[in-house]
């Protein structure tokens, strides 16, 4: 069952650049708390009106109502799809990698 946010909450914002080599793309996103856990991603991009900046508020919606429903960061992160090296192949996996460092104590 969801678990709504408090309507005031703390948030942090982290600037996570696009895991592609030579992308200019990068989001701006806000962690959203609920107590001491995140509850919410909200996501900008410097790129508007683009696939990615359409990308970064799919990921931010999917990954809030998750988080909401009791998954966590770092169940959302291991999920995503990564290379040889272990890093993130694309936008939803750098931006939870950077939310769950960032969240971490």
Same mark, same amino acid.
């Given at each position: &069952?969801? =678990?709504?946010?408090?309507?005031?909450?703390?948030?942090?914002?982290?600037?996570?650049?696009?895991?592609?080599?030579?992308s200019?793309?990068s989001?701006?996103?806000?962690?959203?708390?609920?107590?001491e856990? $995140? !509850?919410?991603?909200?996501?900008?991009?410097?790129? /508007?009106?683009?696939?990615?900046?359409?990308?970064? +508020?799919?990921?931010?919606?999917?990954?809030?109502? !998750?988080? =909401?429903?009791?998954?966590? +960061?770092g169940?959302?992160?291991a999920a &995503? $799809?990564?290379?040889?090296?272990?890093?993130? =192949?694309?936008?939803?996996g750098?931006? /939870?990698?950077? !939310? /769950?460092?960032?969240? =971490?104590?």
């Amino acid at each position: &069952m969801r =678990q709504r946010p408090p309507n005031r909450r703390e948030g942090i914002v982290i600037n996570v650049p696009h895991p592609v080599p030579g992308s200019r793309v990068s989001y701006d996103v806000t962690i959203g708390f609920s107590g001491e856990r $995140p !509850a919410e991603l909200f996501i900008g991009c410097n790129k /508007l009106t683009t696939e990615s900046h359409i990308a970064g +508020l799919e990921i931010a919606t999917l990954a809030s109502i !998750a988080l =909401q429903h009791g998954a966590t +960061l770092g169940e959302l992160a291991a999920a &995503m $799809p990564r290379d040889d090296s272990g890093s993130p =192949q694309g936008a939803a996996g750098a931006v /939870l990698d950077a !939310a /769950l460092a960032e969240t =971490q104590p």
